[in-house]
């Protein structure tokens, strides 16, 4: 008995080392949850950044990154509400940022500009189109890991039936507001420039705005102008943002890992890190090599795949100035 109990023990203290390696080596939590004002929080983890607002009777989110993520920045909001998620609202079509919708679906009204679910219900198309380039780029710059995702995105839209696709199912032109609470929460739609249907969602009392895709930090914006987007309309769309932002607001970008300086200075320094990409772009034109000015490219900052998208970027830019 006495020597069961001692190899039960030892089991055990062997178990729990096994389990404690195990943890060791199990993957570290995804996400940083960082709490903003007003009951707005700022959730990064894996693509487009999250925003959640906690309001007395709900929960609204914006964006829901990759479908992988999703159960866990559904968990993340549970860790600070017991409030339903009712309303979820998409920046853009990006399959970072609408990535997760599969799950809110289940539970919350998904909200978007019309184009979001144009582009959504067009992706199996665009992506068995796209996506083969972009893999050879992710191979060539020894990128394995995105090759995989962008493979995985093919094998999806091979077999995904339209009506399966996760699109929103309240669409909107120009803009709208979701009250919830004493918060108003203005939902809006800039001209085209990440792509068309690109909008912002700002918190009114809290004074915090997410800007989706239309603002990075320190990281050249990218432009996606097959899902529409347009070098010529980021500036002006972002001078229209500015417009309606109050002093002071924080701002929630669509990537970078820390959040925005308050107020406008990082527009400022947006639209320097802009102009400065777009600055080698003369000489090259009159050189005449759409290469040279994609190579000239120069991010600040690599996250996955932003030194090739910046690279498309200025292509596009040169594209549209020819
Ligand atoms: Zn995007």
Redesign the pocket.
């Known amino acids: 008995m006495k020597g069961s109990l001692s190899t039960l023990a030892l089991a055990l203290v062997a178990a729990g080392a096994l389990a404690q390696g195990h943890h060791q080596q199990a993957p570290a939590d995804p996400f940083r949850l960082q709490p903003l004002s007003g009951g707005v929080y700022a959730l990064y983890g894996r693509g ?1 950044n999250v925003g959640f607002f906690v309001g007395a009777d709900a929960v609204v989110v914006v964006d829901s990154q990759f479908r992988d993520l999703a159960p866990g920045i559904v968990e993340k909001i549970k860790s600070v509400t017991d409030k339903p998620i009712k309303y979820l609202v998409n ?4 399959p ?2 609408v990535g997760g919708n599969e799950v809110f679906k289940q539970f919350a009204v998904i909200v978007a500009h019309d184009n979001v679910r144009k582009r959504m219900l067009m992706s199996p198309e665009a992506i068995l189109r796209d996506y083969p380039p972009m893999i050879e780029d992710a191979r060539k710059s020894g990128n394995e890991e995105r090759a995989k995702r962008l493979q995985e995105q093919i094998d999806w839209a091979k077999k995904v039936r339209i009506e399966e696709i996760p699109a929103p199912f309240v669409t909107f032109d120009s803009e709208l507001r979701i009250h919830v609470g004493g918060e108003t929460i203005h939902v809006w739609h800039t001209s085209p420039a ?2 068309d249907g690109d909008s912002v969602v700002r918190f009114e009392k809290a004074n915090v705005v997410h800007m ?2 239309l603002l990075f930090n320190k990281v050249i914006p ?1 432009i ?1 102008v097959r ?1 529409g987007g347009m070098p010529k309309g980021y500036l002006p769309a972002l001078d229209s943002v500015l417009a309606r932002l109050d002093p002071g607001v924080t701002i929630i970008p ?2 970078g890992e820390s959040p925005m300086p308050r107020g406008s200075k990082c527009f400022g320094s947006t639209s320097s890190i802009w102009s400065s990409s777009q600055r080698p772009r003369a000489p090259l034109e009159r050189r005449g090599k759409r290469s040279s000015a994609m190579r000239s490219c120069r991010p600040t900052r690599n996250g996955a795949g932003t030194r090739s998208a910046s690279k498309r970027t200025r292509g596009s830019a040169y594209d549209e100035a020819k």
Do not use: R
């Not at 920046?91 to 990006?94: D, E, F, L």
């Open positions: 487009g920046t853009h079509h990006h970072d940022h990440h792509t989706g895709d990218v996606d899902g669509g990537h």
